[in-house]
């Protein structure tokens, strides 16, 4: 199989999409390379969440063509869209959790939905991910309502990962988060892609997770991608917005106890 930067998972190309007649979205072209982790931004109501609810198939799109794995989504049939979607996993923005289910029901859920597995491994699987995502096997039991902001992420990374996914869209999954937390989120990401290969789709608006965690950053305004590639070309950037995000005072606040930490 090809390795590289033409080696996408995700393909985007002149996606069109509006939002209760007003456009959101005006010819967006992004990739998702393999084994990346990519940052996502933009100004908040963007259009960040609607592109990836777009990707996933959430939301209808006006036009324009969305791969994944190579194959063109609007042209797989069913049983082909239900293979990919067992192959990505997500976490939302908001809602991360149902809040009447326990952790481990939470986490049971994709497995149930897609594998017939005895309750045994079901279980069993479960417990394996919340392990994965640094959390106790005894968290199982625990409503989501008992958790801490930081470990009701995790809970929904594991959710995310409970199908052994080759793609993680994360939908700011660090906002909300004291910075020790956030930090140690990032941490794990970064190992989940190097010790699993995952390529992540990451919308964020924290510049420590981008400095951190990211291997390429795509920036969203206007309905368009207006920059996109490494942190060092977002910094020598002269478009404005992103001027004044990467090099505003908050960036270098940011980044100071990125280094520090
Ligand atoms: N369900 C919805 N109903 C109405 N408008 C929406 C809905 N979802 C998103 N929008 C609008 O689409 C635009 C982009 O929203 P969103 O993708 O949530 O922004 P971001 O995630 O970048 O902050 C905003 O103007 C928002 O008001
Ligand atoms: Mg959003």
């Known amino acids: 199989m090809a390795n590289g930067p033409t080696d996408a998972v995700i393909r985007v190309r002149d996606v069109v999409v509006d939002v209760e007649s007003h456009r959101v979205l005006n010819g967006i072209d992004v990739d998702l390379y393999r084994g990346e982790i990519l940052g996502f931004v933009g100004a908040s109501g963007a259009g960040k969440s609607v592109l990836t609810r777009t ?45 009447s289910l326990t952790v481990g029901k939470n986490v049971e859920f994709p ?35 008992e958790l801490s ?32 937390s956030a930090a140690e989120f990032d941490q794990l990401i970064l190992t989940l892609q190097q010790t699993l290969g995952i390529s992540v789709f990451m919308v964020t608006h924290d510049l420590d997770s981008l400095h951190r965690a990211c291997d390429r950053i795509a920036v969203l305004g206007d309905g368009k991608i207006i920059e996109a590639g490494t942190m060092e070309k977002m910094m020598a950037s002269q478009h404005p917005w992103l001027k004044s995000y990467f090099h505003g005072v908050r960036a270098h606040a940011d980044w100071q106890v990125a280094v520090k930490g």
Do not use: C, H
Request: glycine content about 8%; cysteine-free; proline content about 5%.
């Open 149 to 180: 902001g930081g470990m009701i992420k995790r809970v929904a990374l594991a959710r995310a990962l409970a199908l052994d996914p080759e793609i993680l869209f994360l939908d700011e999954p660090t906002s909300g988060l004291d910075p020790i």
């Open 111 to 145: 497995i149930r939905e897609y594998l017939r597995l005895s309750n045994r491994l079901t279980t069993e699987m479960a417990i394996a991910k919340l392990e994965m995502v640094g959390l106790k096997p005894d968290v199982y039991r625990d409503y989501p309502s």
């Open 55 to 99: 990707i996933i198939g959430l939301m209808p799109k006006r036009q324009g063509l969305i791969e994944a794995f190579g194959v063109d989504l609007d042209k797989a049939n069913d049983s082909q869209k239900r293979t990919i979607d067992r192959r990505w996993g997500v976490l939302f923005q908001q809602g991360a959790l149902f809040s």
